[in-house]
């Protein structure tokens, strides 16, 4: 109908301004951070009592420079994001894999997978649904290191769960922290450049949004007693197969083995 073209149109229109941002801002990055690079290995060293200072600026702009570089790469992938390509999958696998890279960037915090061994069989698109989770655990983290900035420690120990479970018809993934909690702007999570980060772009639980809808599912915030947030995320799994079943359903375009 009429609003869904317009809002299509509007979203094209919005991709592409994203898309020519994220060009711009990117070009002058590199001999920025190619010169700050040099300037550091160049003079780092050579007269001792200005060495604190230089080390100290070229070292921000190493950092502010990488800071734009991730904004800018999330920023584009949000614009640029392709749509999905179904195939049946093991979520229990994908959510594994997106937990453990976390956890060996993390290795101070506790992340445990319920049930530890699992098939929880799924037609989504793994790329995509693990890109997903991804953002929501990067979420956990970050909220359990504003709560630790703040010097507060949850009692029972800092932890982020993530659980799969399926309930007639429905399969429900979770991640569990004990984190901050969520801000005030709850209803607005989902909002693309929604942030209550300094460095943050707003844009990792649009993605994670615009990714679960795609695949007949809803997301969800909870408090949880004692501190900290649940999000659960549910997708109708059969409703899912019945459209990608459907006459004309474009997921004739899955590669398949
Ligand atoms: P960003 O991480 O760049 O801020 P997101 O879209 O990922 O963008 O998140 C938006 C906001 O949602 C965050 O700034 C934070 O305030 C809130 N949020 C998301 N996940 C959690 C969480 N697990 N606990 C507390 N707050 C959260």
Redesign the pocket.
Known sequence: DITEQLSDQRNAAWSDIARRIAHEIRNPLTPIQLAAERLQRRFGGEVESDKETFERLTGTIVRQVGDLRRMVDEFSNFARMPKPVFREENVHDIAKHALFLHEVAHPALKFTLQPAEGCFAMVCDRQQLSQALT?VVK??V??IESRRNRGEHSLAGDRIDLKVSEEGGQLVIEVL?T?????EERER?TEPY????VR???????IVKKIVEEHQGEIGFHDRPGGG?R?RIAFDTDKLSRLLSEPGSDNDRAPQD
Do not use: K
């Open positions: 953002n979420n956990a970050e909220a922290d984190g901050v909690g969520l801000p999570l929604m942030t209550t980060r943050g772009t707003g844009l990792g639980l649009a947030t999000v």
